[in-house]
Structure formats: structure tokens, C-alpha cells
């Protein structure tokens, strides 16, 4: 049990989580194994409507490396979890088949998902129905080392939590529930609130580039510095960077904008490929299946990416491990 004095040092999202594992989890532990502990967790803000503040922790200890392993995301999870009354969720053990977890407020069962074993992460969290979703792919499955965690279309990316799902034969986790979130002083946060929005709308980065052309912005902008990775991080510059640059995304792909919940940034791309509108990559997948492979094709950067998420598999390594 957490007390009072955890919840001042440590808060909540990764810190809280690192304290559950350091406490409750022997050394020597294989990250595949069922000693493994995955912790799901947010924060005080979320579901607050506080600006950014839809995001929330996966963490256990992580197959990729041998440590402890933290990711963070953006969707809707986060916040439906808060709804349903709970702040976070640690899972222990392993299932002796496929199974989900449904947390409907304070009842949780833990269900068969046989039927979505298999399935790729859009499918399956179309399958969970409403709510707030966390699902695996193929990859996490078969416990790729790199494989993601997905909700909506963001990707808990790095180190693999999605691998340690598949290890506790966990497809996904659904979250619903009506509970509203308590403020102490509700005049006052929600004037915070509203500094904070006119701060991140009214400053360059955050109310016109990241808008405007997302995290693909640093193709353009790192190139001539020479910190683009190009040809296995050989180099750092690319010669057609143009062709695979936030501004050639939003001049010839970009539909719309999206952004997470309670995010006035709103730097999320939908773009237009093979007559479906899709997401749109990051500066990372831009670079690493770009410039780092020496690749100047953006309908295929694009594609890649979208396949990938629907894998659940972390397109920043395989970036590098191509490479």
C-alpha cells in the first residue's frame, strides 16, 4: 500500500511505479517471466483538463535492456482509467491463455481473448468496444523485445512493455467509468488552467511550429546543423531531407491536425495515403526509416509507420536495427 508521505515524494506516473517495483520485485528477475510486475500509472493532473496532461506511465523491468523500463503516451487511457476510479494498476503473475482485464469502476474481470489473439492493435481495440484501451499487437505476442503497447494511435514505444504483456498473455486492458475528478481549489486550477493554455498557444514552439508542422519540423531544422541521423548515424546530414521534411508532409499529405486530450498543441498529423487517411509519422520515423537509411521516400516512410503500429512495434529501433 502506498501512504500519504509516497504519494508527496513521489507523486505519481513513473515515480510511483519505479518505487511499486524497486520495493516488490526481486533482483534477477527475467523481464519474460511471471515475476515481472507491469504498473500502469498516471498522475495527479490527469483527467484534470490541466494542459498535457492526458499522459500516463507504463513501466516494469524491461526485456530490452536488463533495467527498468518506463513508457509513456498519449491517448485516451489515461484518463478513462481516472474515470473508472482507479490511479493506476499493477499486474503480477502470468495467464495460462490469452485473457484482457475489464475494469467497469470498482468491478475488474479478467475475460478470455482468444478471439483476439492475433489481431492487430486497431482491430483489437475495436473488438474491447468503448472505454479506454491498451492493447498489444503480433509483435508483443511473440514478445519481440521492441513491441509496443497502443492506445488509440499512440504507441508506448520504447523498451518493450508491450513484449511483457505478451509474456503475461495480456492482448489489452479496457477502462470505463464516470467518476469525476476532485479539486481542492477549482477557481484556482482552472485559472492555472487557462494561464498555461495562453502560454503554450501564444509561444513559438508550441503555438506555431509544433501546430504547423509537428515533431517533423527537426528534419529541416537538424539538418544543417549536421545532427540528422544519416547512414547508420555515419553522418549528420542528409542530402534530400527536403523530400522527407515536416514542411514537404504538410505542403503534399497533411488532412488535419489531432493532438491528445486536453493538449492545446495539437501536433499530431492525419495524412492522405493510398485513398485512406491515416497518421502521420514523427520526426523520429522520418529520420531513422529516412535519412538514416538514406530513403527519401515519403509514401513509404508513412506506410511503414502505419504498419508498424498496427504490429505494435517500436518503429525507432527498427530504424536503428535496420541501420
Same mark, same amino acid.
Given at each position: 500500500?502506498?501512504?500519504?508521505r509516497?504519494r508527496?515524494r513521489?507523486?505519481?506516473g513513473?515515480f510511483?511505479?519505479?518505487k511499486?517495483?524497486?520495493?516488490q520485485?526481486?533482483p534477477?528477475?527475467?523481464?519474460?517471466?511471471e515475476?515481472?510486475?507491469?504498473?500502469?500509472?498516471?498522475?495527479p493532473?490527469?483527467?484534470?483538463?490541466?494542459?498535457?496532461?492526458?499522459?500516463?506511465?507504463i513501466?516494469?523491468?524491461?526485456?530490452l535492456?536488463?533495467?527498468i523500463g518506463h513508457?509513456?503516451s498519449?491517448?485516451?487511457f489515461?484518463?478513462f482509467?481516472k @474515470?473508472?476510479?482507479?490511479?493506476?494498476i *499493477?499486474?503480477?503473475?502470468?495467464?495460462?491463455?490469452?485473457?484482457?482485464?475489464?475494469?467497469e469502476?470498482?468491478?475488474?474481470?479478467?475475460?478470455?481473448?482468444?478471439d483476439?489473439?492475433?489481431?492487430?492493435?486497431?482491430?483489437?481495440?475495436q473488438?474491447?468496444g468503448?472505454?479506454?484501451k491498451?492493447?498489444?499487437?503480433?509483435a508483443g505476442?511473440?514478445?519481440?523485445k521492441?513491441?509496443?503497447v497502443?492506445?488509440?494511435e499512440?504507441?508506448?514505444?520504447r523498451?518493450?512493455?508491450?513484449?511483457?504483456?505478451?509474456?503475461?498473455n495480456?492482448?489489452?486492458? *479496457?477502462? @470505463?467509468?464516470r467518476?469525476?475528478i476532485?479539486?481542492?481549489?477549482?477557481?484556482?486550477?482552472?485559472?492555472?488552467?487557462?494561464?498555461?493554455?495562453r502560454?503554450?498557444?501564444?509561444h513559438?514552439?508550441?503555438?506555431?511550429?509544433?501546430?504547423?508542422y509537428?515533431?517533423?519540423?527537426?528534419v529541416k531544422a537538424?539538418?544543417?546543423?549536421?545532427?540528422?541521423?544519416?547512414?547508420?548515424?555515419s553522418?549528420?546530414?542528409?542530402?534530400?531531407?527536403?523530400?522527407?521534411s515536416?514542411e514537404?508532409?504538410r505542403?503534399d499529405?497533411?488532412v488535419?491536425?489531432f493532438g491528445?486530450?486536453?493538449?492545446?498543441?495539437?501536433?499530431?498529423?492525419?495524412?492522405?495515403?493510398?485513398g485512406r487517411?491515416i497518421?502521420?509519422?514523427?520526426?523520429?520515423?522520418?529520420?531513422?526509416?529516412?535519412?538514416?537509411?538514406?530513403?527519401?521516400?515519403?509514401?513509404?516512410i508513412?506506410?511503414?509507420?502505419?504498419?508498424?503500429?498496427?504490429?505494435?512495434i517500436?518503429t525507432i529501433?527498427?530504424?536503428? *536495427?535496420?541501420g
Open positions: 500500500a502506498l501512504s500519504d509516497d508527496e513521489f507523486l505519481g513513473r510511483i511505479s519505479t511499486i517495483l524497486w520495493d520485485m526481486a534477477g528477475v527475467d523481464p519474460l517471466s515475476q515481472n510486475i507491469l504498473v500502469v500509472m498516471t498522475s493532473l490527469t483527467g484534470t483538463g490541466a494542459p498535457s496532461s492526458s499522459r500516463y506511465d513501466s516494469a523491468k524491461s526485456p535492456t536488463g533495467a513508457s509513456n498519449g491517448g485516451n489515461g484518463i482509467l @474515470r473508472a476510479g482507479w490511479d493506476g *499493477v499486474i503480477r503473475g502470468q495467464a495460462a491463455r490469452p485473457v484482457f482485464v475489464e475494469i469502476a470498482d468491478h475488474v474481470q479478467i475475460k478470455p481473448a482468444d483476439l489473439w492475433g489481431l492487430d492493435t486497431q482491430a483489437a481495440q473488438a474491447l468503448k472505454g479506454g491498451i492493447v498489444i499487437g503480433p505476442e511473440n514478445r519481440v521492441y513491441a509496443t497502443v492506445s488509440q499512440r504507441s508506448h514505444g523498451t518493450g512493455m508491450g513484449a511483457v504483456m505478451g509474456s503475461k495480456l492482448k489489452g486492458i *479496457v477502462a @470505463r467509468g467518476q469525476k476532485a479539486l481542492h481549489r477549482r477557481k484556482e486550477f482552472k485559472k492555472a488552467v487557462k494561464q498555461w493554455t502560454l503554450l498557444t501564444s513559438p514552439a508550441t503555438g506555431h511550429i509544433a501546430p504547423t509537428g515533431t517533423a519540423f527537426f537538424l539538418n544543417p546543423k549536421h545532427a540528422l541521423p544519416t547512414k547508420n548515424f553522418q549528420g546530414q542528409y542530402e534530400d531531407a527536403d523530400m522527407i515536416g514537404r508532409l505542403s499529405y497533411l488535419k491536425n491528445c486530450v486536453s493538449c492545446p498543441i495539437r501536433c499530431g498529423r492525419v495524412v492522405r495515403l493510398d487517411e497518421k502521420g509519422p514523427e520526426f523520429e520515423i522520418l529520420c531513422l526509416m529516412g535519412s538514416n537509411l538514406l530513403i527519401n521516400d515519403m509514401d513509404a508513412i506506410r511503414w509507420n502505419y504498419e508498424m503500429d498496427l504490429l505494435g517500436d529501433t527498427v530504424g536503428n *536495427v535496420l
